[in-house]
């Protein structure tokens, strides 16, 4: 009997049809236990019981869909999971224990020793590292481009080349790669895209309707949103989210605790009315930083001034984001041994005379958080290759937060207004 081989699934939620974002940012997730709770429970259980053995059997064998074990599943973290994809516009996801583990899932599920990379060179440093130097010992190969040049991307590819990785936008520099385009090419070379959507959120891009085939999540940024847990996800289709990447999370165990998915599945029924008031401030602050004397540049993809403004407003549904870049120009002083110390001492200024904002190189909080990248972030890197990737030491990233924006601004001129410029 065709029905008697049909899977057990677990329950859905009744929502309407074609409900939007804001809707399913609170409403998405698992049907409520039979104590009727209204707020989402946390399960803090590392396995479940079975009514009888046979069930249990049932379950090991993945006849019938049920909680049996948190390293690969557990309701709270199914229904983070289940609101995430919902927002992201995929099937499904999969919750990892951070950013970094979402990424390592990703390439341990979809690549072998032979296989080739064409990632950006402006992703994330630690996704640099990962592919670079842990999966070089494995023999998987990455190329990194340059972000904003498609042609270099295309010629990049290779007859083995199965994942093409882009972050946009970028950071600190706020580069914006075109997605659509980036789709195209790795389609194009039977490659997927993979799109780390940390800065953005589903709030302001959702790159699978520009043609990615992956998702992947820093929670520990804007999902959380108040910088209390680290957290991670990859959505997609249900093909690579159970198919493909749940096998490895079973054997692999880079799970995401309930605890901490309980803390990110609240945080996304705030996520977008915050993503719509910071990226309001830090639109308001990018403005007011490129009036001030002692500012260079300014990197935000909301002015007119960033090099792809047209590209981010369409990718990015009108919105600049929540992160704002600028770089001061260098105090006039003898003791300014050379032009990158005096570029460097003008920054610490800044940053130093700030009382509001936290001095902490995480981003995506309703605190407002300023780092000097060159010296953090990627302080790992030699100067030359800071160069390249366009980080100076006159640069500084701020994270907008809900502070007021007078407040805002006030906290930063007393810095900039007494540069000695
Ligand atoms: C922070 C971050 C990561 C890594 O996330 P963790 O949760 O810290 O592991 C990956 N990508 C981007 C863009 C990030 O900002």
Not at 199 to 206: D, E, H, I, N
Request: hydrophobic share 45%; with cysteine.
């Amino acid at each position: 009997m065709a029905e008697s081989n049909e899977k057990k699934r677990l329950p859905r939620l009744a929502l309407p049809a074609n409900a939007r974002l804001e809707t399913l940012a609170v409403r998405e997730g698992l049907p409520a236990s039979q104590w009727g709770e209204n707020a989402e429970a946390l399960f803090l259980t590392s396995s479940f019981t079975h009514p009888d053995a046979a069930t249990a059997a049932a379950r090991f064998a993945g006849e019938e869909e049920a909680f049996v074990y948190s390293r690969f599943t557990n309701p709270t973290t199914m229904m983070f999971e289940r609101r995430l994809a919902a927002l992201e516009g995929t099937e499904a996801a999969i919750a990892t224990s951070s950013g970094m583990s979402a990424i390592l899932l990703m390439i341990m599920g979809l690549l072998k020793s032979g296989d080739h990379v064409v990632c950006s060179r402006s992703v994330f440093g630690a996704t640099i590292i990962l592919l670079e130097r842990e999966f070089g010992k494995f023999g998987v190969e990455t190329t990194f481009v340059s972000q904003t040049d498609i042609g270099a991307w295309r010629a990049a590819i290779k007859p083995h080349t199965k994942l093409l990785f882009a972050e946009t936008p970028s950071n600190p520099t706020t580069e914006v790669c075109d997605i659509a385009q980036l789709a195209d090419i790795a389609h194009g070379a039977g490659a997927l895209l993979a799109v780390d959507n940390c800065f953005c959120t589903p709030a302001l891009q959702q790159p699978v309707k520009m043609g990615a085939d992956l998702i992947i999540h820093s929670g520990t940024k804007y999902l959380d949103g108040q910088g209390r847990v680290v957290a991670g996800a990859i959505c997609g289709s249900d093909q690579l989210i159970n198919g493909t990447f749940m096998p490895v999370m079973r054997g692999a165990g880079m799970s995401l605790s309930p605890f901490n998915a309980w803390v990110v599945l609240k945080g996304l029924e705030t996520l977008s009315i915050r993503m719509a008031a910071q990226s309001a401030n830090a639109m308001k602050l990018a403005q007011w930083l490129e009036q001030q004397p002692a500012i260079d540049r300014v990197y935000y993809p909301g002015l007119p001034s960033h090099p792809q403004h047209a590209l981010a407003m369409k990718q990015q549904n009108g919105s600049g984001g929540a992160v704002v870049t600028f770089t001061v120009k260098p105090v006039q002083g003898a003791d300014a041994v050379d032009k990158q110390q005096a570029l460097r001492m003008a920054a610490f200024h800044v940053i130093d005379c700030t009382k509001l904002c936290s001095i902490t190189a995480n981003l995506g909080d309703t605190k407002t958080l300023i780092t000097h990248p060159a010296s953090t972030s990627h302080g790992r890197l030699s100067e030359d290759q800071r160069l390249a990737a366009g980080i100076t030491q006159a640069m500084i990233r701020v994270s907008v937060g809900l502070e007021h924006i007078d407040d805002l601004t006030a906290d930063l001129a007393c810095g900039l207004d007494s540069l000695n410029i």
